[in-house]
């Protein structure tokens, strides 16, 4: 059996700290994805997000491949986010 807890978090309240993939929920048609978080967007894709707009924004950034660019996600979109678990499998002596 795998077992793992998801902490979700309110974007309004908190983002991530550290640049990564994170698991977001919205109300969208595929309501649970995992996308990119860049605490700051230029660093992550000085192409699509230009030093001189983006040089101190963070936010969360998914890939269109209709279009070959990264996008900012609202933050509007997403209610909640969280860290990609960690899955334990238990064992029998568990």
């Known amino acids: 059996m ?3 807890t998801i902490e979700w978090f309110d974007p309004e309240e908190k983002l991530p700290e550290e640049d990564g993939c994170y698991l977001i929920y919205t109300s969208n048609f595929i309501p ?4 990119q978080f860049a605490v700051n967007l230029n660093d992550f894709d000085d192409i699509d997000f230009p030093e001189e707009l983006y040089s101190h924004c963070e936010g969360f950034v ?3 491949g209709s279009q070959y660019q990264w996008y900012k996600v609202p933050i509007e979109e997403i209610k909640y986010w969280a860290k990609i678990p960690e899955i ?4 029998k002596d568990d």
């Open 2 to 4: 795998i077992a793992t």
């Open 62 to 64: 998914d890939f269109d």
């Open 88 to 91: 334990k499998e238990e064992t």
């Open 32 to 35: 649970v994805t995992c996308v």
